[in-house]
Structures are given as structure tokens and as C-alpha cells.
């Protein structure tokens, strides 16, 4: 839910049931090993990486893919 749509964390708390937000961090960080903002961070800085890698990695195959072939020359 923090990912997709950018709620606040105070937003998430009361939605998934906590009264308060203190309670929610703490249980978040005790489970994930971050606070929810630090760790939504985080994830969203490994989606761009991936996402920019899988972009790189897409163009260099189209690249590749649109070369010419190259023409062999038999010697007898």
C-alpha cells in the first residue's frame, strides 16, 4: 500500500487498525527492520535501479538486434 499509492504512514496505521502511529512504526520496524518511510525509501531506490537496468539492458538488445549481419568471405 505504501508503495503503489503514496498514503501516509499515519494514513496505513488507521487503515490496517492501529490507533496510533508511535505503535505502528515500532511493530513495522520490529517485523521489516525499518521504519516504514526509511524502508518504503529504499525499496523504491531498488525498483529504479532494477527498472533503469532492465531499460539498459533492453535498448543494448534492441542495438544488437538492428546490426546489420555482417557479411562472411569465404577464402578457397
Keep these: 500500500m505504501l508503495l503503489d499509492k503514496q498514503p501516509s504512514v ?6 490496517v487498525g492501529y490507533r496510533g502511529v508511535s505503535q505502528f512504526n515500532r511493530e513495522y520496524a520490529c517485523i521489516f527492520g525499518l521504519l516504514p518511510l526509511k ?7 531498488v525498483i529504479n535501479v532494477r527498472d ?19 557479411a562472411s568471405i569465404a577464402i578457397i
Design 10 to 15: 499515519t494514513f496505513v496505521a488507521q487503515h
Design 39 to 45: 524502508d518504503i525509501a529504499y525499496l523504491r531506490k
Design 52 to 70: 533503469n537496468l532492465w531499460r539498459r539492458q533492453r535498448v543494448r538488445k534492441v542495438a544488437i538486434d538492428s546490426k546489420p549481419p555482417t
